[in-house]
């Protein structure tokens, strides 16, 4: 394989009817054995590769496959897991898990997105102490059984320079950067193990060029690649830069001795311009990036020629690629025959995507291939009237500056404090509570028809009152109705909007076994009539305490679906932040006094590079507060944020001007408040004292501190207590005590405040 020709960077992982999910959670759960999850994850890679094989690639992909997430993996592959994990005396597995989840005795690795999408990675923690040893063999198991089905794989590795600027220090002004000289020797082991395997080729993915780098990391991407190169008996060397143009990164890769490179040319098309001007790549194979890894829409495949068309001159030879991996999209569209046939025509999922990669491949060889049916396809979506709401555009265009501000927040505030007469260190949820079996059977149920209206509402409201009872025993100040009637926070809109259709298995890992099917926003949004205000009412009739209305708000509705590209994303975020203010003028006439609109895609949505950022947050910022401005003084709004790194975006989330903003802290220690308070925010925060993403269950004293490093930072005054983020994930035997502990913490340092 001198080459690699036609290719995806990576493919789904969680199988296409989620048999990872399952195989985890029952292992998790102890009624599942490790040979039987092992044997799962062997049955996926088998179908993966023997499908991308059948369907014609000329190079198939390995490594994209993971137990949880592939930077743990690379962790692990290095023995660099911190050493609170590797001291517990488990399994491999067990141990791999217990950073992932965390045990009682070691909290998980801090949780974050993976750069601007969905996804979400664990954080190496690294520091001066840091060593690296090739200690995992995944990467060279994963080899030998494709090697077994008669396919020699392309293994796909996080390069090292990127996998060290994820990486957080472990000690105070430490950079992990710093470890490369330190790494490399392990990665240049790998190279030798796996050509000793009979490997052609090595695919290294450094997609953090795509965001803003300084010189001193441009200078170790030049250094990793020069040193990884000059090994001997090494495979070729593929380096993927994804997620946008890669800057000057491009020049660093195309001067170095590496063998091919790959690049996006689906996020920013004129970076197509560079690349065909970049002399320095005519020794090099260069795979073109021009079916959307991200995104559910069917290539055009003349718009694509033309990119891979015009790198024919600059390169030694120009491959077809995907943009990116496509873990970020589902399995297959012949899997959603309930969906219109007509969208079901615009789209392309993985599979379908491979098919394209393929056929753009061959036609950029200059074979006769059928462009028809592609060209058809798009032509028919251009021409489509159907997207287009004339009520919904003359409403947009008859805003104004009005619309999106509200009363300065000092007035504000003691219209709040007089309405809502709350203690110092309100005590809340986020929103949802675990979700039962009977809930969820419940929603299949009606679902399916097999549970009429009434009964369905009898259920629904069953369990709410249920968990408003629990609320109030456990002594929280601000209650919630718990949403047992929502699959998804983002999905449980949009099937209520129009302009967005819903899958059935269009599942997509988020993070571990955690799987989203983000809706497909096609066409003009508005908001037919009330969707949560039924339940939020009902809840509020059932306690003499405020119960806050859930809502998400219009970016992370964008963030979380697949969303149109015929119009600028700030166009459609209007809409949809229209239909939500809708939804929060009626909650607030129905008597509710909170109304949270949940944002934790904030920073997801946020441009890689800095030239994009004031235009995302002039867009971004006015959109939340259209949604939120059409309220009285004495409503409070509240907005909520979770794993993501917040500073770049505070000056963003201040401008949001929520009275109140929960945030994600626990893991990080409640770092995220001296960026907020060194910001100057002054309004309300909820910084997490618990960790929901992990079963562990922190005691008092744990929480307790964790509330008084934020005093440390907010005035008692400002500050709300509440976990992470929503509950749902988790078991009540986790949640119970969790929240006993929360509360006890706030009382008792309420007391002391007295």
Excluded at 91 to 102: I, M, Q
Excluded at 632 to 647: N, P
Excluded at 665 to 688: H, N, Q
């Amino acid at each position: 394989m001198n080459t690699i020709g036609t290719t995806v960077l990576g493919y789904p992982r969680i199988g296409p009817a989620r048999e990872l999910k399952r195989a985890l959670e029952a292992y998790w759960a102890g009624t599942g054995t490790e040979d039987e999850l092992l044997a799962t994850g062997g049955q996926l890679r088998e179908q993966t590769w023997t499908a991308l094989r059948d369907a014609g690639l000329g190079s198939i992909p390995s490594g994209t496959f993971s137990h949880y997430d592939q930077v743990l993996d690379t962790a692990v592959l290095f023995g660099a897991l911190p050493e609170r994990f590797t001291r517990l005396g488990l399994s491999p597995l067990d141990t791999y898990f217990a950073a992932a989840r965390g045990v009682p005795d070691a909290p998980a690795l801090e949780m974050t997105k993976w750069f601007d999408t969905n996804y979400h990675y664990l954080v190496p923690e690294l520091g001066p102490d840091s060593r690296f040893t090739l200690t995992g063999t995944a990467t060279v198991d994963e080899v030998r059984e494709a090697r077994a089905l008669g396919i020699t794989p392309r293994p796909v590795l996080l390069g090292p320079v990127t996998f060290l600027l994820l990486a957080k220090p472990d000690t105070p002004g430490f950079r992990p950067l710093d470890l490369l000289d330190e790494l490399l020797p392990a990665y240049a082991e790998l190279l030798r193990q796996l050509r000793a395997e009979g490997v052609e080729w090595v695919q290294l993915d450094e997609p953090a060029f795509a965001a803003d780098r300084s010189t001193p990391e441009l200078n170790a991407l030049t250094r990793a690649y020069h040193v990884l190169a000059k090994q001997a008996d090494r495979p070729k060397l593929l380096v993927a830069g994804y997620f946008g143009g890669l800057g000057r990164a491009l020049g660093v890769l195309a001067r170095s001795p590496i063998d091919a490179l790959a690049v996006d040319l689906v996020t920013d098309e004129s970076f197509v311009d560079a690349v065909a001007a970049e002399g320095a790549l005519r020794d090099k194979e260069v795979l073109a990036g021009v079916v959307d890894g991200r995104n559910v829409w069917r290539t055009d495949p003349d718009r694509a020629l033309v990119r891979a068309r015009r790198l024919l001159d600059t390169a030694a030879r120009v491959g077809v690629s995907t943009s990116c991996s496509l873990l970020h999209v589902p399995y297959d569209v012949a899997a959603e025959p309930r969906l219109d046939p007509r969208l079901r025509g615009w789209l392309a999922f993985a599979r379908q995507k491979v098919d394209e990669v393929v056929l753009l491949g061959r036609a950029l060889a200059g074979a006769d291939v059928d462009l028809t049916p592609a060209r058809e396809a798009v032509a028919d979506r251009a021409r489509a009237t159907e997207p287009t709401d004339p009520a919904v555009r003359t409403r947009i265009a008859g805003l104004t500056e009005k619309d999106a501000i509200r009363p300065p927040y000092a007035q504000r505030v003691l219209a709040q404090s007089t309405a809502l007469d709350l203690p110092a260190l309100p005590t809340t949820t986020i929103g949802s509570f675990p979700q039962t079996g009977d809930v969820r059977r419940a929603r299949a149920a009606h679902r399916a028809g097999r549970l009429r209206d009434e009964e369905y509402r009898t259920a629904m409201r069953a369990e709410i009152e249920r968990v408003v009872r629990l609320q109030e025993n456990l002594g929280l100040d601000v209650l919630v109705h718990g949403e047992p009637e929502r699959n998804d926070m983002v999905q449980y809109f949009a099937e209520q909007l129009a302009g967005f259709a819903a899958t059935e298995h269009g599942w997509v890992q988020s993070y571990g076994s955690r799987c989203v099917r983000p809706p497909i926003l096609f066409g003009d949004v508005s908001r037919p009539e009330p969707m949560t205000v039924e339940w939020a009412r009902y809840a509020q009739s059932l306690t003499g305490r405020p119960v806050k209305g859930m809502l998400t708000g219009p970016v992370t509705i964008l963030a979380w679906s697949f969303v149109r590209d015929d119009q600028p994303l700030g166009d459609t975020a209007r809409q949809v932040a229209l239909a939500i203010r809708d939804e929060v003028a009626d909650l607030e006439t129905a008597g509710i006094r909170i109304v949270q609109v949940d944002e934790p895609a904030l920073r997801e949505l946020l441009p890689l590079r800095a030239a994009g950022h004031e235009a995302y947050f002039g867009w971004a910022v006015h959109a939340f507060r259209l949604a939120t401005s059409g309220v009285a003084d004495s409503t409070q709004i509240h907005t909520h944020m979770c794993y993501s790194e917040f500073g770049e975006v505070l000056p963003a989330i201040d401008a949001l001007d929520a009275d109140v903003t929960s945030i994600e802290a626990a893991r990080s220690k409640m770092e995220v408040l001296a960026d907020l308070t060194g910001a100057g925010f002054a309004r309300g925060v909820g910084p997490g004292v618990y960790d929901i993403h992990s079963p562990r269950v922190p005691d008092s004293g744990e929480v307790t501190g964790l509330v008084r490093t934020a005093l440390a930072a907010v005035p008692a005054g400002r500050l709300w207590i509440n976990p992470d983020c929503g509950l749902k994930t988790r078991r009540y035997a986790e949640v119970e005590p969790a929240l006993r502990h929360l509360v006890a913490a706030a009382r008792q340092l309420r007391g002391e405040a007295r």
